[in-house]
């Protein structure tokens, strides 16, 4: 299947099941915007679709970006990554930060550093030093190792010197001992893998290889339930971010207002050219960098795991306040791949019998007449008459121009040039023999077989 990209974002797709048995086709675009405070987000080189990504590339390990390739996802996830920064860079013990998109919020806490202060009641933390910045890591919040939900946290291990070190960020709604942050889950966390439904029983008569009958599309989910908006964002919603930019505390923004728009194209025989409905299922803010990158998908049915049935895939983005119909995008489409070829208009036939010659032309003029009537263009023509006139300049038979034009035998073309010459045909005729027995020579000295030879000369038998 070919891409037809009228953008600058990009498109991948993956085969699967979605409604099983039927086969499904889910197709998933991805653009990068630069945030702009108090501004909508603007366009900027767009980042390519990718796959999980772990800490060190330890699945084990923290997950910072979950991969762009879900068959489908029933809600949006908002997802960030940043770190704390206290208002005009003010040393303090503790800070909040707040990430918001709609109606759609989370506050974390974040704490300068601290560690566990032994009790009557157990461990507590100390107090937390002032800070003015502090990452929003898997590191910083509570975890340790062979801790399934965040094997590379504060808060369970002690380090060489006997200090276990308290979480830095922190849900007041969850508290001290459970992991916080705005990232994705871990996709192999019970939170994710509760989520893939069984598959005992007749699963391989029945389903195999494609997902147990009970999978939850929530496991294709990766943000915390309380950033996953319900359904999908539209494209032109508010941001908000507090206290994740260095030097803009409360740092608002928007989506640029964009969608993308993207058709099936067919073999003949199929449905000519469709729509495939795009939702908009992922918002991934990098404060960090100021970027942000949306993820729409779509799922389209097809008649074969394979797709075969299918030409072309074209992708346009439009504005959410100008909607192009299907109709124009398909002529759009069209006149990408299918370009009309402009051809000449041609005088009928009647035309050039009725039409009587303005006078007898002179044989030279005789001979240029009847190359345009074997259809040259301006440009051809131009250039045999230059050819022509050259052979006039050197005392030679300008027809021979169209003879060669023409396919004529070149014996006789020899023949013409030798006598225009003033030489003997039959002289070029024997230095002509003698060339080709020179060569014929040669090529058997080579270990050429006389056979190869014939061929290689153009010899007849």
């Known amino acids: 299947m070919e891409i037809v990209n009228q953008t600058n974002y990009h498109i991948a797709w993956i085969a699967g099941k979605k409604d099983h048995p039927a086969d499904s086709l889910t197709l998933c675009v991805k653009a990068t915007f630069q945030l702009v405070p108090d501004a909508a987000a603007v366009a900027a080189e767009t980042q390519m679709l990718m796959g999980d990504i772990y800490i060190d590339d330890d699945i084990n390990k923290g997950l910072t970006y979950d991969s762009d390739f879900a068959y489908f996802k029933e809600n949006a996830d908002l997802l960030l990554k940043g770190t704390c920064y206290t208002p005009e860079a003010i040393p303090v013990p503790k800070c909040s930060v707040c990430f918001a998109v709609a109606g759609t919020q989370k506050t974390l806490k974040v704490y300068g550093t601290r560690y566990a202060s032994p009790g009557l009641l157990g461990d507590s933390a100390s107090s937390a030093e002032p800070f003015t910045s502090m990452p929003l890591s898997h590191e910083n919040t509570y ?180 909607s192009a119909s299907l109709d124009e995008h398909e002529a759009q489409f069209a006149a990408i791949v299918f370009p009309v070829l402009v051809v000449p208009e041609l005088v009928p036939e009647e035309e050039e019998v009725a039409a009587a010659p303005e006078a007898e032309p002179e044989p030279e003029a005789e001979v240029a007449a009847e190359s345009a009537d074997e259809g040259y263009d301006e440009d051809t023509e131009k250039a045999l008459e230059q050819a022509r006139e050259a052979m006039r300049q050197a005392g030679q038979d300008p027809s021979l121009v169209d003879d060669i034009m023409n396919g004529a035998d070149p014996a006789v073309i020899m023949a013409g040039i030798m006598t225009s010459l003033g030489l003997d045909s039959s002289q070029g005729e024997a230095a002509l023999a003698e060339a080709h027995a020179q060569n014929a020579k040669m090529l058997k000295e080579q270990g050429m077989s006389d056979e190869d030879i014939a061929m290689l000369l153009g010899d007849k038998e």
């Not at 915390?224 to 971010?241: A, K, N, P, R, V």
């Not at 728009?261 to 960098?289: A, P």
């Open 143 to 322: 975890g340790g190792a062979g801790y399934q939900k965040n094997a590379v946290g504060k808060g369970r291990d002690k380090d060489e010197n006997g200090l276990t070190w308290w979480p830095n960020v922190v849900d007041p709604n969850l508290g001290d001992k459970e992991p916080a942050g705005f990232g994705p889950i871990n996709r192999i966390s019970s939170q994710r893998t509760s989520k893939l439904g069984s598959y005992g029983g007749d699963y391989m008569e029945k389903r195999w290889p494609w997902f147990a009958e009970d999978f939850d599309w929530a496991y294709f989910n990766a943000a915390t339930e309380d950033m996953q908006y319900s359904g999908y964002l539209t494209g032109d919603e508010t941001l908000f971010m507090e206290n994740l930019h260095p030097s803009i505390s409360e740092y608002r923004s928007q989506l640029p207002g964009l969608t993308p728009r993207c058709f099936l194209q067919e073999h003949e025989g199929g449905e000519d050219f469709r729509e495939v409905e795009m939702n908009l299922d992922t918002l991934y803010v990098d404060m960090d960098s100021e970027t942000l990158s949306l993820v729409w998908r779509g799922v389209a049915e097809i008649k074969s795991h394979d797709f075969r049935e299918l030409s072309h895939v074209y992708l346009a983005s439009e504005s959410l306040a100008e």
